[in-house]
């Protein structure tokens, strides 16, 4: 059974920096491109940033510039460091991986999010 955990999340002034962390777990062969993605209330889940497991990033253009996505493969962790919070960024993210199975089988697997809240 693979999961994701995610932690990191809480309440911050606008101006401030909140990490997020994410970590895969349970049994799987190798885990792929990694995600981070965000629902305010009342709207869409839409990316925020992903990465490649060789390191290559995109950003949604709200958050560039602010937001630094990053990873560590030998823990199966993807990080989100956001600095410069709005208020508009609050919202629950959840962290996605792409994993290939033990049995080989790709799977695209969601953690359950975690809420950051920016204040103004």
């Known amino acids: 059974q693979v999961q994701l955990v995610e932690s990191g999340g809480g309440l911050v002034q606008a101006g401030g920096s909140l990490r997020l962390s994410c970590a895969a777990s349970g049994r799987f062969f190798s885990v792929n491109a990694m995600g981070w993605y965000r629902q305010a209330p009342g709207q869409q889940r839409e990316l925020v940033a992903g990465?490649?497991?060789?390191?290559?990033?995109n950003y949604a253009d709200s958050v560039k510039g602010r937001f630094t996505i990053s990873r560590d493969n030998t823990k199966n962790t993807v990080y989100l460091q956001m600095n410069s919070l709005k208020p508009e960024d609050t919202a629950v993210y959840y962290c996605?991986?792409?994993?290939?199975?033990?049995?080989?089988?790709?799977?695209?697997?969601w953690g359950k999010g975690t809420l950051v809240t920016v204040s103004s």
């Open positions: 990465i490649t497991r060789r390191g290559t990033t």
């Open positions: 996605n991986a792409n994993i290939v199975g033990s049995n080989l089988v790709i799977g695209d697997y």
